[in-house]
């Protein structure tokens, strides 16, 4: 089978094919149409190779259509295969890398999504781009307001408008306001079309319902895990995600496990989930402080937070779409919380414990 290499970029895509560890054919064209020749559905199998990246997945469906063996490339791995070795770095050098590490093997693979999963994350893409501009249209009227000396109540971003049509200000300040109030009114029933389509994506997904019934998870919070995570039984074990999710501290250790230095988590992976995520643990966090108050009064932390979060996305999450019931999750999230909170809250119960020990 041939070894073939595809550096895709904006403008050009680089085709480079090797054999016996020589290069024996280079292109340079505009389109993935231009390579009918080489890689269309008469041409010989290849193994092709392309780097992860915006169009990846349409042109790995595209070449297993057209017949051939598609390898996308984990690129946050790829400097191990040669690409950008010595200083050097161009479209024609990557794609010639890719060609001869396709043919030597060991190429560092990343994760193809279903299609319907990529449905699923397209349509959170689009309803996460209108509510943060809605909530930032929010943001900047209120904010021309108190510049202007006027101080609307507190409410949520869907009673906004209703908040600020009942509020008495002057005609001109209105006015200044009055575009961004247009698209505000356009964009709340967008919106609330993206949750439909969204929902009606979901209900093809057991999963997703299956998670909605953990603590503190909604539908954009299940959707975002299920996109992201696809299939759970590819990471061998709980801390394999966590560091895919990029929940997992940095470390910074030499000389052995005493030395160990540990730091702020690494932020890897798709940072969309991760705040869902994370808000989704204070959610929880916080129905926990409404029912059992801390000795001291302390709001849980930041890194309460995260590490509830990084309970919730094995114990309640994966193998919730594997096996348990919602009820098991839901139990498995107490268990944790019950952990955390000494360590969240500072309990005086845990600190008189602890003097007693000592």
């Given at each position: 089978?041939?070894?073939v290499?595809?550096?895709?970029?904006?403008?050009?895509?680089?085709?480079?094919?090797?054999?016996?560890?020589?290069?024996?054919?280079?292109?340079?064209?505009?389109?993935?149409?231009?390579?009918?020749?080489?890689?269309?559905?008469?041409?010989s199998?290849?193994?092709?190779?392309?780097?992860?990246?915006?169009?990846?997945?349409?042109?790995?469906?595209?070449?297993?259509?057209?017949?051939?063996?598609?390898?996308?490339?984990?690129?946050?791995?790829?400097?191990?295969?040669?690409?950008?070795?010595?200083?050097?770095k161009?479209?024609?050098?990557?794609a010639?890398?890719?060609?001869?590490?396709?043919?030597?093997?060991?190429?560092?693979?990343?994760?193809?999504?279903?299609?319907?999963?990529?449905?699923?994350?397209?349509?959170?893409?689009?309803?996460?781009?209108?509510?943060?501009?809605?909530?930032?249209?929010?943001?900047?009227?209120?904010?021309?307001?108190?510049?202007?000396?006027?101080?609307?109540?507190?409410?949520?971003?869907?009673?906004?408008?209703?908040?600020?049509?009942?509020?008495?200000?002057?005609a001109?300040?209105?006015?200044?306001?009055?575009p961004?109030?247009?698209?505000?009114?356009?964009?709340?029933?967008?919106?609330?079309?993206?949750?439909?389509?969204?929902?009606?994506?979901?209900?093809?997904?057991?999963?997703?319902?299956?998670?909605?019934?953990?603590?503190?998870?909604?539908?954009?919070?299940?959707?975002?895990?299920?996109?992201?995570?696809?299939e759970?039984?590819?990471?061998?074990?709980?801390?394999?995600?966590?560091?895919?999710?990029g929940?997992?501290?940095?470390?910074?250790?030499?000389?052995g496990?005493?030395?160990?230095?540990?730091?702020?988590?690494?932020?890897?992976?798709?940072?969309?989930?991760?705040a869902?995520?994370?808000?989704a643990?204070?959610?929880?966090?916080?129905?926990?402080?409404?029912?059992?108050?801390?000795?001291?009064?302390?709001r849980?932390?930041?890194?309460?937070?995260?590490?509830?979060?990084?309970s919730?996305?094995?114990?309640?999450?994966?193998?919730?779409?594997c096996?348990?019931?919602?009820?098991?999750?839901?139990?498995?999230?107490?268990?944790?919380?019950?952990?955390?909170?000494?360590?969240?809250?500072?309990?005086?119960?845990?600190?008189?414990s602890?003097?007693r020990?000592?």
């Amino acid at each position: 089978m041939r070894s073939v290499a595809l550096d895709l970029g904006v403008h050009e895509i680089s085709f480079c094919e090797v054999a016996g560890g020589a290069v024996v054919l280079r292109r340079t064209v505009r389109s993935l149409d231009s390579l009918q020749e080489l890689l269309g559905p008469s041409s010989s199998p290849a193994r092709v190779a392309i780097e992860a990246c915006r169009e990846a997945w349409a042109v790995h469906d595209k070449l297993r259509d057209w017949g051939h063996d598609v390898l996308v490339v984990d690129t946050t791995r790829a400097r191990q295969l040669g690409i950008g070795q010595h200083g050097r770095k161009n479209d024609r050098l990557d794609a010639e890398a890719l060609a001869r590490a396709v043919e030597r093997g060991g190429v560092p693979l990343a994760h193809v999504l279903s299609p319907h999963r990529r449905a699923i994350r397209h349509q959170l893409a689009v309803r996460r781009a209108l509510v943060e501009t809605r909530a930032q249209y929010v943001t900047t009227v209120r904010g021309i307001l108190r510049a202007c000396g006027h101080k609307l109540a507190r409410c949520t971003t869907e009673g906004f408008l209703t908040v600020l049509s009942a509020a008495a200000l002057p005609a001109e300040t209105r006015q200044l306001v009055g575009p961004l109030v247009t698209a505000l009114e356009m964009l709340t029933p967008q919106i609330a079309l993206a949750d439909a389509a969204l929902e009606q994506l979901c209900t093809h997904e057991p999963v997703i319902v299956r998670l909605t019934t953990a603590p503190g998870v909604g539908l954009v919070v299940a959707a975002a895990f299920v996109s992201v995570v696809d299939e759970a039984k590819r990471f061998h074990h709980a801390h394999q995600l966590a560091s895919y999710l990029g929940l997992v501290p940095l470390e910074d250790t030499s000389g052995g496990r005493g030395k160990q230095r540990l730091g702020s988590i690494t932020k890897q992976g798709n940072g969309y989930l991760r705040a869902l995520l994370t808000q989704a643990a204070h959610t929880i966090l916080r129905q926990r402080a409404a029912t059992t108050r801390c000795a001291d009064g302390q709001r849980p932390s930041t890194s309460a937070g995260v590490a509830t979060s990084r309970s919730w996305r094995w114990r309640g999450g994966c193998r919730g779409c594997c096996g348990p019931c919602g009820a098991t999750a839901r139990s498995t999230m107490r268990r944790a919380q019950r952990s955390l909170r000494p360590r969240a809250c500072g309990c005086k119960h845990s600190l008189s414990s602890s003097r007693r020990k000592a």
